[in-house]
């Protein structure tokens, strides 16, 4: 029978350890110490030490390398997580995600709070299919674990800092001291990055050549700290406090126009912009182009353990979060769609759990209390005749902007609608603000019997109480113009907030059964169901002069997972084949009103997800260790009548192919020094960025390689690398259609260009 790696591998490795691409980490994804090997689900695991080895420091590097999973960082505020076709990336209050982001334990899903710099890891487990059992209703379809490094022992430190084209800078490490009582670790990051898409707003040639100078786009300006505090008075007890910020200055998102050019470009998605905001950007938007985020949070895991089978755990955590995102949503040098987004949350999470471990019977069960409050609030900004203009087309031959020039001639508009009396018309207005309280109540267990040494049978289930207040205002004001709102349908509630409240409840099973088929494989079935909440569109209409509630209840989406596959090693060779079955029932997509930058939450109906995911990891002999892992997933609404808009088109942002290769060889030079390199290559298929589906919002297939390599100790004590992602400066797109594809002009944001430097690293 195969048995469990010793809990070293997972939770105390000395922090000069080189892992390979190849070696097997021990992963708590079933609340218990396993090889992964022995878990009877579908999961993807790094340590952190291999992920530096392949140059993941953020959520989308990541995803290249986890057959199923794909995380769109449009910006640190807007992330979208996607695994196996299901998106999480609404930034609505109201709404409920799909896919869990754990941090230590703790449920941060919501999206604009998900995000988070991945620095000083212990390790990241991608665990695929719905998972409420174990993650909480919010892992309706997987969920993204995240575990940094704790403190240790011993004296131990590491500094890393690296240079770049487009002025990259970044710089992270951490100090490690302590005893075997008590032990204190902090980590750092910080990540610079001119914006890789120019900017020529206030520069000579633009339309407003004299100022002010706007800044670069998509560019990074990320902070990060760690402190981390282990307590251990007894070997029976340990307590480990966790306090993180996270934080962005960075400069706006590029959403460059597929329509309209800038003075002196064109609209290919890969031009330079020119994108100068509003002139009252900050009065309306309440901040300049850019992002400005601040995220705070503190978690704590106490664990006991007796002398008999039974061990306690408890984990708390809170986090808190406020973000303001100024962009241009139409992505041209007219003052038309400007936009911001100003979200806020704060969440409170504690659980309670016994586990119960004898050598043929374990369980574990408990209580998990989950609390939010939230809101979400986008201002706007346009001038009345350029809004008018570029949007209907009220004075024929004058157009919006001439691509000729660049001149944006709708700006002339409201002098002649209003007969001179104006030569402009500042419009500013809340389009809303939606807020939500969430109160979730939720009990759940797991067992797993040993009857025979070959077989396990396990058996869990989640039972949850939910109850959901939510808000929505709006203070649109009428033109001087029209007399009415530039937003079409845009009902104004003056400010006053109205609400809705309800509750729900649902229990959600899974089972698995693990056959010992060898003393190297294991196969493995899994059957489970996910629900995402059901969502209160709620909005404000006019009845009899009266603004009352305009309120639509999409119900819960219930989805059931049939999975199979087989686990194994042999030796220094790891691998595992998985296939699925994912049948969803009022299916939950986001769409966008025409003519609004307002997402609703809609039903498609019936879907269905059939995929196969494999992995295989090898050393080579001491020097050589590769890795190979893909995807296949088949993911669609399925042909309904009822649903037309969506029948037979394929899930948003979700690739049918998916592959990722890659090693690390090193050459021995002398005692001291080695040569070592890692070369990767990661391929998706085509997928759309909307649904509905349109091929103009769409990317053809991608392949991307990186390269890193150089020198270092055998021992791992100092390295100096040489880094190159995008080697073959590919050029693709992250999103399209956007805001601004609403309005009839869809607009681009290009993936990143060639990237490349040289770090060094020194540890201690």
């Not at 090889?35 to 952190?48: E, F, H, K, N, Q």
């Not at 948003?652 to 040569?675: C, D, I, W």
């Not at 991307?704 to 080697?727: C, D, K, M, S, Y």
């Not at 993936?751 to 690293?761: I, K, M, Q, S, T």
Request: glycine content about 12%; charged content about 15%; overall charge negative.
């Amino acid at each position: 029978m195969a048995q469990p790696a010793p809990q070293q591998t997972a939770q105390a490795a000395p922090d000069t350890a080189n892992d390979g691409l190849a070696d097997e980490i021990v992963i708590t994804a079933q609340k218990i110490e396993q090889r992964l090997v022995d878990v009877p689900v579908t999961v993807t695991a790094y340590s952190g030490r291999t992920l530096r080895e392949l140059g993941v420091t953020q959520f989308d590097q990541l995803s290249a390398y986890v057959p199923g999973l794909n995380v769109q960082e449009q910006s640190p505020n807007n992330p979208g997580f996607v695994i196996r076709g299901i998106t999480s990336d609404s930034g609505s209050s109201q709404g409920s995600p799909a896919v869990t982001v754990y941090l230590n334990g703790i449920d941060v899903s919501r999206s604009r709070g998900s995000y988070f710099d991945l620095y000083d890891l212990e390790r990241v487990e991608v665990v695929k299919g719905p998972q409420s059992t174990l993650f909480g209703t919010a892992a309706a379809i997987g969920v993204v674990s995240v575990i940094t490094n704790k403190a240790r022992p011993g004296t131990s430190g590491e500094l890393r800092a690296a240079y770049g084209n487009f002025n990259q800078r970044r710089l992270d490490g951490f100090v490690n001291f302590g005893n075997d009582t008590i032990a204190l670790r902090v980590a750092g990051a910080v990540k610079l990055r001119n914006g890789v898409v120019p900017n020529i707003a206030g520069q000579p040639g633009s339309q407003t050549p004299n100022g002010p100078r706007q800044r670069d786009l998509n560019g990074q300006d990320q902070y990060g700290a760690r402190v981390s505090l282990r307590y251990t008075p007894t070997d029976a007890f340990t307590l480990d406090v966790v306090g993180t910020y996270d934080g962005q200055r960075a400069p706006g998102t590029a959403f460059t126009s597929g329509t309209f050019a800038p003075t002196g470009g064109n609209t290919s998605p890969y031009t330079f912009v020119e994108v100068a905001g509003s002139p009252r950007t900050v009065e309306a938007l309440g901040d300049e182009l850019g992002l400005v985020r601040n995220v705070y949070d503190v978690n704590a895991t106490a664990t006991y353990n007796t002398d008999g089978p039974f061990s306690f755990t408890t984990v708390a955590g809170y986090r808190n979060f406020d973000s303001n995102e100024v962009f241009d949503a139409d992505g041209t040098q007219a003052w038309y769609l400007e936009f911001g987004e100003d979200a806020r949350g704060e969440q409170i999470s504690a659980e309670g759990r016994i586990n119960y471990t004898t050598t043929n019977f374990r369980a574990f069960g408990g209580m998990n209390y989950f609390w939010e409050k939230g809101f979400q609030r986008v201002p706007f900004s346009s001038e009345e005749g350029t809004f008018l203009q570029c949007a209907a087309n009220l004075i024929p031959g004058l157009g919006c902007i001439n691509n000729a020039t660049g001149v944006v001639t709708a700006a002339q508009a409201t002098a002649l609608l209003t007969g001179g009396r104006f030569t402009t018309l500042p419009y500013s207005a809340v389009l809303f603000q939606n807020e939500a309280e969430i109160d979730a109540l939720s009990f759940f267990g797991d067992a797993t019997w040993v009857p025979v040494d070959a077989l396990e049978l396990s058996v869990g289930g989640r039972y949850l109480i939910e109850g959901r207040d939510s808000g929505f205002s709006s203070n649109i004001p009428n033109t001087v113009i029209t007399g009415t709102t530039l937003i079409p349908g845009g009902t104004s509630t003056g400010g006053v907030v109205l609400r809705s409240a309800g509750s729900n409840n649902a229990f959600l099973p899974r089972a698995n059964i693990l056959f010992r088929a060898t003393d190297n494989i294991n196969l493995y079935a899994t059957w489970s169901k996910g629900r995402r909440s059901p969502v209160v569109n709620l909005g404000a209409r006019r009845v009899n002069g009266q603004v009352v509630n305009n309120e639509t209840l999409i119900a819960a989406e219930k989805t059931t997972n049939y999975e199979i596959g087989v686990k194994g090693n042999f030796g220094a060779v790891n691998f595992n084949l998985g296939a699925y079955l994912l049948k969803y029932r009022n299916f939950q997509v986001s769409v966008r009103e025409e003519g609004s930058p307002i997402t609703t939450t809609q039903s498609a109906g019936s879907a269905t997800n059939k995929g196969i995911e494999a992995e295989i990891t090898a050393a080579l002999g001491d020097n050589l260790s590769v890795f190979a892992n893909g995807a296949y997933i088949d993911a669609k609404v399925d042909d309904d009548p009822r649903f037309v808009a969506f029948s037979g088109d394929r899930f948003r942002l979700q690739s049918k192919f998916q592959f990722a290769a890659g090693g690390t060889l090193t050459l021995p030079l002398s005692e001291q020094v080695e040569f070592y390199a890692t070369p990767t290559v990661t391929h998706r298929s085509s997928l759309f960025f909307e649904l509905p589906n349109n091929p103009v919002t769409s990317q053809g297939p991608v392949t991307l390689v990186n390269l890193r390599a150089g020198f270092q100790h055998p021992e791992g004590r100092w390295q100096i690398t040489g880094f190159a992602t995008n080697l073959t400066d590919k050029k693709y797109l992250l999103d399209a259609g956007n805001t601004g594809g609403s309005f009839g002009i869809p607009t681009f944001i290009r993936g990143l260009p060639r990237l490349f430097g040289v770090e060094a690293l020194y540890r201690f």
